[in-house]
């Protein structure tokens, strides 16, 4: 997959993508998000990667936000930088997201790590919430799901007085699950992402999707049951006796039930 704004490989059953704007802070643009959107539906669709990394280029910066050069003089929807379809796209992949920190995670960047599934950090990360400081705010993934990592009183204090953390003071409060010396970051974000790609895929797609249902309402517990249970559902000797009891328009074997 060819790209402008990020870069993709695979590494065996890893799927790696790096924000790659390192010259601006590997902020992302509309495009950039329509992007990440794109790369992750094609992740869906394919059966080679199992766990993804996302990680920004250069040493310095992981992701300080957004910016909207380029968007439509607008205040429908066509104004408006489309980060909620990079989030979604994020949360709603059915394979674990490792964000892999190599910098700064600043405002929207902070967001970004945020929903990932885990977190790993060079040691001199830095993770921060900006938005007031600037007359700006995030009232969805910035809020809930920080709420859920650090607790209420933490995640006002990260909103409100927008405190600069260490990546050793963000796994402290729970921010992040890991921290490693700057030169290990890729090594082992690598380790990491391999000892989980060796888990059962479905198993992990189910409980990723049992932990969205919590925010995700319909859709989230729709995911479970589509995504895993119905797949288990219809290659079961019972619905293959129902659905051929109906073709040929007679009672199902009650015999089959169950297995």
Same mark, same amino acid.
């Given at each position: 997959?060819?790209? &402008?704004?990020?870069?993709?490989? @695979?590494?065996? +059953?890893?799927?790696? *993508?790096?924000?790659?704007? +390192?010259?601006?802070?590997?902020?992302?643009?509309?495009?950039?998000?329509?992007?990440?959107?794109? %790369?992750?539906?094609?992740?869906?669709?394919?059966?080679?990667? #199992?766990?993804?990394?996302?990680?920004?280029?250069?040493? #310095?910066?992981?992701?300080?936000?957004?910016?909207?050069?380029?968007?439509?003089?607008?205040?429908?929807?066509?104004?408006?930088? $489309?980060?909620? =379809?990079?989030?979604?796209?994020?949360?709603? !992949?059915?394979? $674990?997201?490792?964000?892999?920190?190599?910098?700064?995670?600043?405002?929207?960047?902070?967001?970004?790590?945020?929903? %990932?599934?885990?977190?790993?950090?060079?040691?001199?990360?830095?993770?921060?919430?900006?938005? $007031?400081?600037?007359?700006?705010? =995030?009232?969805?993934?910035?809020?809930?799901?920080?709420?859920?990592?650090?607790?209420?009183? #933490?995640?006002r204090e990260m909103w409100y007085c927008n405190p600069r953390l260490?990546?050793?003071?963000?796994? &402290? *409060?729970?921010l992040i699950n890991r921290v490693v010396p700057d030169d290990k !970051?890729?090594? @082992?974000?690598?380790?990491?992402?391999?000892?989980?790609?060796?888990?059962?895929?479905?198993?992990?797609?189910?409980?990723?999707?049992?932990?969205n249902a919590r925010h995700g309402g319909v859709s989230g517990l729709?995911?479970?049951?589509?995504?895993?249970?119905?797949?288990?559902?219809? =290659?079961?000797?019972?619905?293959? &006796?129902?659905?051929?009891?109906?073709?040929?328009?007679?009672?199902?074997? +009650?015999?089959?039930?169950?297995?």
């Amino acid at each position: 997959m060819a790209f &402008e704004t990020i870069l993709y490989e @695979e590494d065996g +059953p890893l799927g790696i *993508i790096t924000l790659n704007r +390192p010259d601006d802070g590997n902020m992302f643009t509309e495009t950039m998000c329509h992007e990440i959107r794109d %790369c992750m539906q094609a992740i869906r669709r394919e059966t080679r990667t #199992r766990v993804i990394i996302l990680t920004g280029a250069g040493d #310095r910066y992981f992701c300080i936000g957004g910016r909207k050069d380029g968007m439509e003089d607008t205040k429908l929807y066509a104004g408006v930088l $489309p980060t909620l =379809d990079m989030y979604e796209a994020i949360d709603r !992949l059915q394979k $674990p997201v490792i964000a892999s920190v190599n910098g700064y995670a600043v405002g929207g960047g902070n967001v970004l790590q945020v929903v %990932c599934d885990l977190t790993i950090a060079k040691e001199s990360a830095v993770f921060r919430q900006v938005g $007031p400081m600037m007359g700006s705010f =995030d009232a969805g993934y910035g809020t809930w799901y920080l709420e859920d990592l650090i607790g209420k009183k #933490r995640a006002r204090e990260m909103w409100y007085c927008n405190p600069r953390l260490s990546a050793a003071e963000a796994k &402290e *409060i729970g921010l992040i699950n890991r921290v490693v010396p700057d030169d290990k !970051l890729a090594e @082992e974000t690598r380790a990491w992402a391999l000892d989980i790609a060796d888990r059962g895929a479905m198993a992990l797609a189910a409980i990723k999707g049992s932990f969205n249902a919590r925010h995700g309402g319909v859709s989230g517990l729709a995911r479970v049951m589509h995504d895993q249970q119905l797949r288990l559902y219809l =290659d079961s000797k019972e619905a293959k &006796e129902l659905s051929a009891s109906f073709r040929e328009k007679r009672k199902p074997d +009650p015999d089959t039930f169950g297995h």
